[in-house]
């Protein structure tokens, strides 16, 4: 019996479906119950926008290559986000002010902000951005997504490499 670990290109769908929704929900946050981002709930969403780019494409490019590559920078931009959540959680939200931090520059540096001000403008500092949601801190859901997203991908990475792992390329391989 395959498992969706041993479809890539399902994989890849379901990937950028859970990154599509983890940005849905942030914006909710904002928009609905006035929870303002910071620089670095705003890159970790810059980071499940570009991972579901990146899936999107694998899971319609034909190649299996393709699909190698795509669940590759999935697990490495899953990791980038996990850095970037536990930095917030660990550094950043002791900070009154997290102007001018890596995470500011990035998406000053994509221009994200102009782009998109109602996705990717930082509109709180990290200690006023600190809040829990079902007693965890908001972060933390986005540390354990980024995991979940980044451990799948590099587990379909391994099976499709392994011998006798899955060698189909189509769009449903």
């Not at 983890?22 to 981002?37: E, K, N, T």
């Not at 986000?81 to 102007?99: D, E, I, P, Y």
């Not at 709180?124 to 965890?136: E, H, I, T």
């Amino acid at each position: 019996m395959n498992s969706l670990l041993d479809r890539p290109a399902a994989l890849l769908l379901l990937v950028a479906g859970a990154s599509l929704t983890a940005i849905g929900a942030a914006l909710v946050s904002q928009h609905v119950f006035d929870m303002q981002p910071c620089p670095w709930c705003v890159l970790q969403r810059a980071v499940f926008a570009a991972i579901a780019l990146v899936a999107l494409a694998g899971a319609w490019l034909p190649r299996r290559l393709a699909k190698a590559g795509a669940l590759l920078v999935t697990a490495l931009l899953a990791a980038a986000g996990m850095a970037a959540a536990l930095w917030q959680h660990l550094v950043a939200k002791s900070s009154s002010s997290c102007n001018l931090t890596l995470a500011d520059r990035i998406i000053s540096g994509l221009q994200l902000d102009a782009l998109a001000p109602e996705v990717f403008a930082p509109r709180a500092s990290c200690a006023d951005a600190a809040v829990n949601l079902l007693g965890l801190p908001y972060e933390f859901w986005s540390l354990g997504l980024f995991a979940a997203l980044g451990g799948a991908a590099a587990w379909t990475l391994v099976r499709l490499w392994a011998p006798g792992g899955s060698r189909r390329g189509g769009p449903s391989g």
